[in-house]
C-alpha cells in the first residue's frame, strides 16, 4: 500500500536527518526529560516535613540545575557546530519570546521548519484548528496531535512575548507596547 502511495503521489524525499541533528534531537530531550524531574521535585520540596527528605530534594535540585547546564552547554555547542544550524538558531531568536532553549527545541523537533507552509507547520506542532463538522452541524474547532515538545516549546515562546512590554504580543496580556 505505501509502495503504490509513492508510486501514484510522489512525494518530496525527506532527507535523513545527520548525526549533528540526532545529537540536537537527544539533547533537547534529555533537558526536558530534566526539566521535568526539576518541576516534580520542586512541587515535592514544600510538602517535605523531615529535615532529611527537604535535604535529599534540594541536593537533588542542586544535582538537576548542573546537569541542565551541562547539557545546554551540549546543545550550544551542537547549534555552532553546523554553519546552517547556528544560522537557522540566529533567526528564530529573532522573534520575539524566542530564546535559546524554545529555539533548540524547534532545531530539534520541528526540522523541516522553514520548508513548509505556514498551515503544514502549525499542523505538525499541533496548532491548526481541527473542524467537527457533520453535514450541516458545526461544531466547535480545537487543536490537537501535532508534536507535543513544539507545541510547548511555542507556548513558553508566546507566553513570554505577551508579558515583554515592548512586544507587540503585550497587547494579549493587556500590556501597552
Known amino acids: 500500500m505505501l509502495a503504490e502511495y509513492g508510486a501514484r503521489m510522489q512525494p518530496e524525499a525527506t532527507p535523513a536527518p545527520d548525526e549533528n541533528a540526532r545529537l540536537l534531537r537527544d539533547l533537547t530531550a534529555r533537558r526536558r526529560q530534566l526539566v521535568e524531574a526539576r ?11 523531615l529535615p532529611l527528605v527537604r535535604a535529599s530534594i534540594e541536593r537533588h535540585l542542586r544535582h538537576l540545575a548542573e546537569e541542565i547546564a551541562a547539557i545546554e552547554r551540549e546543545i550550544r555547542a551542537a547549534i555552532a557546530a553546523a554553519r546552517a544550524t547556528r544560522e537557522r538558531a540566529r533567526r528564530l531568536r529573532t522573534c520575539p519570546g524566542i530564546g535559546p532553549a524554545t529555539a533548540a527545541a524547534l532545531l530539534a523537533e520541528m526540522p523541516e521548519l522553514g520548508r513548509l507552509a505556514p498551515g503544514q507547520a502549525a499542523a505538525l506542532a499541533g496548532l491548526a484548528p481541527h473542524a467537527r463538522d457533520s453535514g450541516k452541524w458545526r461544531g466547535k474547532r480545537f487543536i490537537s496531535g501535532g508534536r507535543k515538545p513544539v507545541r510547548d516549546a511555542l507556548f513558553m515562546a508566546a507566553t513570554s512575548a505577551a508579558f515583554h512590554s515592548k512586544s507587540r504580543f503585550a497587547a494579549f496580556q493587556g500590556v501597552d507596547p
Not at 39 to 49: D, H, I, L, S, V
Open 39 to 49: 518541576k516534580a521535585e520542586r512541587t515535592r520540596a514544600p510538602k517535605a516535613c
